[in-house]
């Protein structure tokens, strides 16, 4: 509230050209008069933003999972994927353009390039966290390699695994604003773009608003998933002291 104050204020008495930095009044008044296009494109970026966190989880999760496995295919694969996530994803934006045009598949696709890795490095991560102890006790009353895995290895993984997912879902909005803002014909980067075009700073703050809406809100979802899907752990967790 205190920075809003005198963000409020240095704006209304002329400390900051209004075209730097507006109020958070004329924010939020431009905001509510665009509030129908600001919601139009955000829900463009959202369904982008989804679907690519979607298509990581179903291929990084399984791909953690064979690595964790299959000794011979984690030497041959791991280091191609950690040589892919040297290579800026807005150098690929634009050839992905070119493969698969400038519609929603690209943006998906960007998205998954961007929020892939956090969660393939903590479902190995969690996979290979397990304590020897408890799988000497999962051995010791007969459980087979399969039954050690589903039974013991994953859900001790889980915790991590979603940990890498709250990452994730942050990052795969910044995905699909990288796909929008190299080409597209909707989205709030698209917004962004035509806001600083015509120096409407005011739009800029209300889309980059959107934005922070969108995210905190994806990030709250995954918290109640990880609640709901991992009680026991979330119980588990030590108290704040006072």
């Known amino acids: 509230v205190a920075i809003l104050v005198v963000w409020e204020l240095a704006a209304r008495l002329g400390y900051v050209p209004r075209y730097i930095l507006p109020s958070p009044t004329g924010i939020a008044i431009r905001f509510y008069e665009l509030n129908g296009l600001i919601l139009k494109e955000s829900l463009f970026t959202l369904q982008a933003t989804l679907l690519g966190f979607v298509l990581s989880v179903l291929v990084g999760v399984p791909l953690g999972m064979a690595l964790v496995s299959w000794r011979t295919f984690n030497r041959a694969v791991y280091p191609l994927l950690i040589g892919s996530q040297v290579v800026p994803k807005v150098a690929l934006a634009p050839l992905f353009l070119v493969w698969f045009g400038f519609g929603l598949m690209s943006k998906v696709l960007i998205t998954f390039l961007v929020a892939f890795f956090p969660v393939l490095i903590a479902a190995v991560v969690g996979l290979q966290a397990t304590e020897i102890e408890k799988l000497h006790v999962a051995r010791a009353a007969g459980a087979s390699k399969l039954q050690l895995f589903w039974l013991v290895r994953l859900p001790n993984a889980l915790p991590v695994i979603f940990g890498g997912m709250k990452v994730s879902i942050t990052l795969a909005i910044v995905g699909a604003l990288v796909g929008e803002f190299v080409a597209s014909e909707n989205g709030v980067g698209k917004l962004l773009l035509s806001a600083s075009g015509n120096m409407d700073t005011e739009l800029l703050f209300a ?18 998933l990880e609640r709901l899907a991992l009680p026991w752990h979330i119980s588990n967790r030590p108290a704040l002291k006072e």
């Open 207 to 224: 889309g980059i608003f959107a934005l922070v809406v969108i995210g905190v809100v994806l990030f709250v979802i995954m918290e109640a």
